[in-house]
Structure formats: C-alpha cells, structure tokens
C-alpha cells in the first residue's frame, strides 16, 4: 500500500465514472519551484472542466480532488492556498471562481490575492501571446503572503505562463517558500493554438 493510499478517501461519484479518471502525480518544476500536477489534460479532464467552466456545474468542483484531498491537505498543510486570477467577467458569468471551487476540499486556507488587470482570455492565444499574460496580473494586500510558505494552485498548465508570472510577483513580495499544484498539465506545440478552455 502506497503512502497516498493511506489517505484516499471514497469517491463522490460512481466507480465507473471515477475509473475514467487517471491520476499520474508528476512532479515538475518551473522557475526554480517545484510542483505537482495530479492529472493529464486528456478528454475526461476536459469534458468535466468544460461542465464546471463552461456549464456552469458547481456541483462537480470536488470530484477531480476529492479522492486525494486528505493527502494533499497533509502534504500541503504548512501552506496558504493562492488561486490564479480569472477574469471578473468570468466570474461574474459563472458566479464563482473555478479554481477556488476545486481546491477547496483540500480544506486549507485559500487567498485569493492576484487579479486580472484586464479582461484577457487566453483561449485561442499561441504560445508567444501567452508569455505576455504576466503584465495583466497584480497582486493585492501582498503584506499577507511576506514569509509564508504559499501554495500557487491552478486548473490546468499548458505553457506555464500564468504561473512563472505568479511565482515572480510572490518573490517580489518575499514570500518564504513557493510551491505549485495544478489539477492537470497538458504539453503544447508552440506554434499551434492552444485549445484550452478557459
């Protein structure tokens, strides 16, 4: 029995539905910090992020994380939780934030301190529009993550862009330790657009 086994806990949904999901817990790194993606960005990812993003289904938010929330919640439990930003048109529309919703089972505290500065979707931008995703992010009230160990948790990485900006702006505000989690990361070309919904 592995160590992650000891903390499973029985999913919401049925076997079958649950099956259809493949964790693979690859841990990466990226400017320096390391990180850790639960899933693939394959078609079952897709298809239920697309039900929660696009179908407005709050009510599946816990079913990619649950299964692990008790190891995640152990494994991450020095550290403050910050979402990335979406746009507040998207929030608005959905009436919540996605991330948040996803990450909350883990049950550990969440700060949603990093903003969109303007209404940038990236869906349908290339590789090289993405890297420039950074000088639309700011962060607010940055005196609460100075020596803290803080946890940058997202829904999907495909180029890193959004990230690598988040980790560079809690350096700048010296947080003590930075870390990733991302419930799927996906490998782009890039010079193709990225299909990513968002």
Known sequence: MSFIDVFLQKPLICSQCQKKFKPIFHNFYIQGQKGLAIYFYDETI???????????????SSIFLQPFARFLHYRYRKFLLLPAPSTEASNQQRGFNHVINIFSCL???????????????????????????????????????????????DDVKTTGATIRAMIDLAKAHHAKKISVLVLAETKVNSNKILNVYD
Do not use: C, M, W
């Open 107 to 153: 049950n550990l505290p969440i700060l949603p301190i990093f903003l969109k500065t303007a209404e940038v979707k990236q869906a349908g931008l290339n590789y090289y529009q993405r890297q420039e995703i950074g000088q639309h992010l700011k962060i607010i009230s940055p005196e609460k993550i100075r020596n803290k160990n803080v946890l940058i948790v």
């Open 46 to 60: 897709r298809q239920y992020l697309y039900q929660l993003k696009g179908a407005f289904d709050i009510e599946i």
